[in-house]
């Protein structure tokens, strides 16, 4: 465990049955269960004709009745999405294509291996059932009658990605406070007094009337799935001959008997509320994306009174915490190879801590100190971290999460308030629900209870590059994607280049991709697949009667378009600007044949050396962050032009995940020196590995002199050695660092502390790492610049850096 | 030599330093260097003209250098092997076109030549960084005293500026040299190798009583805050004879506050890729933390504020 000395500690070594769960989990294998997935089948068989809204209701009910539920070994928070420790379903109704396809080979392939569970021949008989009713199906077909075919060829050509199709909703975060405060009761008895006053009149009435009723099934479901753990934990403590687990198992009974149908009463019942809701969320549409919004806020008064009262020490508390956190790990999202390489099985459970009240002050209390310790102490993949930065944060407070972040794992991930705070009007948030804001998924700005967050798709902006050097054409498929910009070799100037880029092949691309998108995750999501339990814990869904598909969320409008590779993009402009246009190094046309050529070949070698040595982003070189600026600038411009299926415009995004990969996979070589079908630079801010070579002050300059307003999200990676934060000076330094990123409008960043792997791979590939720092005093070096001796005694070093 | 285009010799700008002084700092790298101690980490800041290094992890035996070079500064010794570098010849070239050709990024020139105003207009870039943490700009080296009239120029400007200034010293230069300099300076890290004037000599190629002189005058000054800094390097400089009589000396001539570098061989990569060999060779160990928190706890016995590692 890392522990930095002059951070306090104030708990805590894991408990026996905390270590010893921890253990069950990491040795468990992922299962695929196919339960879930066979009783919505089932039910979906013998209920043709039943108005969607109370169909799906009901199939969820019937999930939440009979699937099978456990309660494992030390457990002391319970539930989960499939009846395995580790595990989930398939959700056929969505995807099934890949499922069949590739059912056999999940166990073996590189990342994300699973265990597919469930009988075979009964998988493929109910597979067989939605070959043609599944989202993935119908989805295509309203493609087709639209004239968008071109999108399967360019999700193929990875100029896009499959999620497009696959996956309508996911990214929210339900009103986990409303349900600690009234109990699912207190939410069925607000449907029913809406109900009880709308007189149903037109079409329109009679939908809404079906949607509170929907809606009313599935939060039943919930209290029923709850009260089968109750029986459970019942059951088992009469059979417990453990004296001990047998008090914990009464203990569970009378927890789930209370919760989540009933309002919280301590910290306990408020823990298994939450996680309760959010596994059925997850049942209902397991999902990458939901997250748990300011968990540090809402949980914190029942913490601070069952403290206060004695109820419970800090210690029992830190302890229930490790198991809700332990829990949240267990959850994961099944996809096929497709999707695994752009985001893995990482499915995005966001945690909030800090951040500021309504009264502007530091809200991080007590209670945000243990998560983060125990976050520390625990390194899990699961739940992500998100730090709410301010200026008014307690620097002790920042120091342990500085911590966490020192000992590696990425966590947490730093997100200042400032750029919220000035983005969010843009979309109508109203003052007081800009305080609540969080991020939803991985880097994505929510409101808490009030928005809803579609996946929106992704565009390699590469790509479009790509085809303005070929008229259209995407070079490895031979397809027009594009639109006719002319040969290159005619234009004559870099403005022209620009507009080329931007206003007509990036432009024609969005816009087939947004039509395409209004239609996969609202118009066929809408009539097919509607969430009822999701819906109901989002304002105003139940006061509009509508799901979040068709609007209610109070806030809609965050269907993003999220561009990709815009670093790879920013420095291939600048070498086309500087070495054609500029200096007239080389011609357009030998720009051309070079990238074609992939660079092989000694007169293209001599040219990608040239496009190689053109500064790059990442340095604070105003010229080339000029052109970085300006994407963002022209990306949002095109975006907000077209509209998210509500007629609001799309929201432009950059969160890269690891789409830098795949989209790379499918891009030739560009203009910055990169070679065909390797990766971009990844998020949106993070230089091209190896390019920033004045240091982490630099980059953070180059990144924040983006100005991607109104964007709802950016993604910024930093690599450090844990030599930096060895001292609280070298601390210190750092929160001036992300101070400094505050101050100048940056948004998000995080920081991959690098461990022992990390550094072997360095020493490996030492092109990739070429800007990782070594901090020793009056020395200066980077770790690719070490003798092999000295790098692998650096290497043995860091194993217990701290 | 002076004036806003006097130029000097440096060799890195070296953002986000954490150990050279307060807060985030900006370490500016002079070339050239008095002395030769047998441990320095930084090779490529002795001479007083830009090198050539050789990265042999880099370099993929292309031969492209070989031909790109006007002055047939390089060639291979044998088939197969890796280039050799006459660098004698190398002292006339303003070119490097070797290093710009390269496109493994093999070779690397250190050492260029700058005007004060671009060096300042470098630093300044980092003054939000600097007032967010109190921080501001370290001049190490090599030796900054080498190149007093430049180093001057700048951290006037810097003072302009308002920017908290750290020197990192040997303290091996004339007296009139360091004092004008120390006018502009607000915090010294002052270099103590030995305190035997004949070690000194055999350790570094220069003995050790101007650098004392110096730092008595300095101390006595009292204008400046002054850290003495001392590397420790075993079996060099490390006995407690040597370690007792540096805290004496120090501890009378009223410093309050010491510094220890523990050796690191971090530079030994750098002696090769510059053609030279390691002068401690390659078996000489670190020393434990233990051995560093003995030698801490002598100059805390002398009511010495001691830190280790910067």
Redesign the interface.
């Known amino acids: 465990m890392a522990k930095l000395s002059y951070v306090k500690a104030e708990v805590l070594e894991k408990t026996a049955r905390v270590e010893r769960l921890k253990e069950a989990i990491r040795s468990q294998p992922l299962q695929g269960d196919w339960e879930r997935d066979h009783i919505y089948t089932e039910y979906w068989r013998h209920s043709e004709g039943e108005p969607i809204l109370i169909r799906r209701a009901k199939a969820y009910d019937k999930v939440q009745t009979e699937r099978t539920i456990r309660i494992f070994d030390d457990e002391l928070i319970v539930g989960g999405i499939s009846q395995y420790l580790v595990g989930a379903g398939f959700y056929p109704e969505r995807a099934q294509k890949w499922i069949g396809e590739e059912w056999d080979a999940v166990q073996k392939r590189d990342a994300d291996k699973f265990i597919p569970a469930g009988e075979k021949e009964q998988v493929y008989n109910d597979l067989d059932f939605w070959k043609d009713k599944a989202l993935d199906c119908t989805v295509k077909e309203a493609w087709q009658s639209m004239g968008l075919d071109i999108v399967n060829d360019m999700i193929e050509e990875k100029l896009t990605y499959d999620l497009l199709v696959i996956n309508p909703a996911g990214r929210q975060i339900v009103d986990f406070p409303k349900v600690l405060k009234k109990g699912i009761k207190g939410i069925i008895e607000e449907i029913k007094e809406i109900k009880g006053k709308t007189v149903v009149v037109t079409a329109e009435d009679f939908r809404k009337h079906n949607f509170w009723n929907g809606c009313a099934i599935a939060c039943n479901a919930v209290i029923t799935s709850a009260k089968r753990y109750a029986q459970l934990a019942k059951e088992m403590s009469e059979k417990e001959t453990d004296q001990r687990r047998k008090r914990k198992l009464e203990k569970i009974a009378e927890v789930c008997e209370r919760v989540p149908e009933n309002p919280a009463r301590s910290f306990y019942e408020a823990l298994q509320s939450v996680y309760f809701t959010h596994v059925s969320v997850e049942v209902e549409n397991n999902s990458y994306g939901y997250s748990l919004g300011r968990l540090d806020q809402y949980l914190y008064p029942f913490y601070k009174k069952d403290i206060e009262e004695g109820v419970i020490s800090r210690e029992e508390a830190s302890e229930l915490l490790s198991c809700f956190w332990l829990k949240l790990s267990t959850i994961y999202w099944l996809t096929g190879a497709s999707v695994v390489q752009f985001s893995q099985s990482t499915n995005y459970q966001n945690v909030t801590i800090g951040g500021r009240d309504k009264n502007g002050r530091d809200a991080a209390n007590e209670l945000s100190r243990l998560i983060v310790e125990v976050d520390t102490v625990l390194k899990l993949r699961q739940p992500t971290l998100s730090l709410r930065y301010h200026d008014s944060a307690d620097e002790e407070f920042l120091f342990k999460v500085g911590e966490d972040i020192a000992s590696g794992g990425g966590k947490p991930a730093i997100f200042c308030d400032g750029y919220a705070y000035s983005v969010l009007p843009f979309y109508g948030v109203s003052p007081d629900d800009v305080v609540e804001w969080a991020p939803v998924g991985c880097v994505e700005m929510g409101i808490p209870g009030k928005g809803t967050h579609f996946a929106g798709y992704f565009v390699s902006l590469p790509h479009c590059l790509e085809m303005v050097f070929t008229n259209g054409i995407h070079q490895r498929s031979g397809k027009k994607m594009g639109v006719d910009t002319g040969n290159v070799e005619n234009f004559t100037s870099f403005d022209q280049f620009m507009d080329a880029l931007f206003q007509q092949q990036f432009e024609s691309v969005v816009e087939k991709l947004s039509m395409a998108l209004r239609t996969s995750e609202i118009f066929v999501a809408q009539d097919q697949a509607p969430l009822l339990f999701n819906s109901a814990l989002i304002s105003d869904c139940i006061a509009e009667g509508k799901d979040i598909h068709r609007g209610g969320a109070k806030y809609t409008n965050t269907i993003l378009c999220n561009p990709v590779g815009m670093v790879t993009t920013a420095n291939s402009l600048y070498a086309i600007k500087k070495l054609v246009y500029d200096d007239k190094v080389i011609t357009i046309k030998e720009l051309k044949e070079a990238l074609a050529a992939n660079f092989q070949g000694d007169c293209y070698?001599r040219i990608?050396?040239l496009c190689?040595?053109v500064p790059k982003y990442g340095n604070?070189i105003d010229e080339v962050d000029d052109i970085h600026r300006e994407l963002f600038r022209r990306c949002n411009e095109v975006i907000v032009r077209n509209k998210n299926g509500f007629g609001e415009p799309m929201a432009p995004g950059y969160l890269g995940i690891l789409a830098h990969h795949m989209h790379g996979s499918g891009c030739s070589a560009t203009p910055d020196g990169r070679l065909a079908f390797t990766p971009f630079a990844d998020g949106s801010l993070s230089p091209y590995p190896g390019t920033d070579t004045?240091?982490?002050?630099?980059v953070?300059?180059s990144a924040a002199k983006a100005n991607p307003s109104p964007a709802l999200s950016t993604l910024f990676n930093m690599k450090f050695h844990p030599s930096?934060f060895?001292?609280p000076?070298?601390m210190?330094?750092f929160w001036?660092?992300i101070?400094?990123y505050s101050?100048?409008g940056g948004y998000h960043i995080q920081f991959n502390v690098v461990d022992r792997q990390a550094l072997l791979d360095a020493k490996a590939h030492?092109e990739e790492y070429r800007d990782l720092?070594?901090?020793?005093?009056?020395?200066?070096?980077y770790f690719?610049?070490?003798?092999?001796?000295?790098q692998d005694?650096l290497i043995s070093r860091t194993e217990h850096a701290f | 030599m002076s004036g806003a285009n006097s130029k000097g010799l440096i060799?890195?700008?070296?953002?986000?330093?954490?150990?050279?002084g307060?807060?985030?700092r900006?370490?500016v790298?002079m070339k050239g260097c008095p002395l030769r101690c047998k441990w320095c980490?930084?090779p490529e800041s002795m001479t007083h003209f830009p090198e050539i290094l050789h990265?042999k992890?880099?370099c993929v035996k292309c031969y492209r250098c070989i031909e790109i070079c006007p002055y047939g500064a390089i060639s291979i010794p044998a088939e197969g092997a890796f280039i050799s570098i006459n660098r004698e010849v190398c002292l006339d070239c303003k070119e490097y076109l070797c290093a710009?050709?390269c496109?493994q990024e093999a070779l690397e020139i250190a050492g260029n030549y700058i005007t004060t105003a671009e060096l300042l207009k470098e630093v300044k870039?980092?003054s939000?960084?600097y007032r967010?943490?109190g921080?501001g700009v370290t001049l190490?080296g090599g030796e900054p005293l080498s190149q007093s009239g430049f180093a001057l120029q700048f951290l006037k400007g810097c003072k302009e500026k308002g920017i908290h200034t750290t020197l990192?010293t040997s303290g091996y230069a004339p007296w009139k040299t360091l004092r004008e300099i120390l006018d502009y300076i607000d915090l010294v890290?002052y270099d103590i190798k030995h305190m035997n004037p004949a070690v000194h000599k055999e350790l570094t190629g220069v003995s050790n009583k101007q650098i004392l002189k110096n730092l008595e005058a300095s101390l006595n000054l009292a204008k400046v805050p002054i850290i003495i800094?001392i590397p420790v390097i075993p079996g060099y400089n490390d006995s407690k004879e040597n370690t007792k009589a540096t805290a004496r000396f120090v501890k009378e001539l009223g410093a309050k506050e010491v510094?220890l570098?523990p050796y690191?061989?971090?530079?030994?990569?750098?002696y090769?890729?510059l053609g030279r060999k390691y002068p401690l060779g390659?078996d000489i160990l670190p020393h434990s933390d233990t051995d560093i928190e003995k030698i801490k706890s002598i100059y805390e016995s002398y009511n010495l504020s001691c830190s280790v590692?910067?």
């Open positions: 070698e990608r050396k190689i040595d604070d004045h240091g982490p002050a630099a953070i300059k930096v060895e001292k000076d070298g210190r330094a001036a660092l101070k400094t101050d100048l030492p720092l070594v901090r020793v005093a009056g020395f200066s070096a690719v610049e070490l003798s092999p001796a000295v005694e | 060799y890195n700008i070296q953002g986000y330093s954490i150990h050279d307060p807060g985030i900006t370490t790298f980490a930084n990265f992890g880099k710009k050709g496109y870039k980092d939000l960084f967010n943490s921080g190490s990192d890290f800094r510094n570098l690191h061989g971090l530079g030994m990569g750098k090769t890729a390659e590692g910067g």
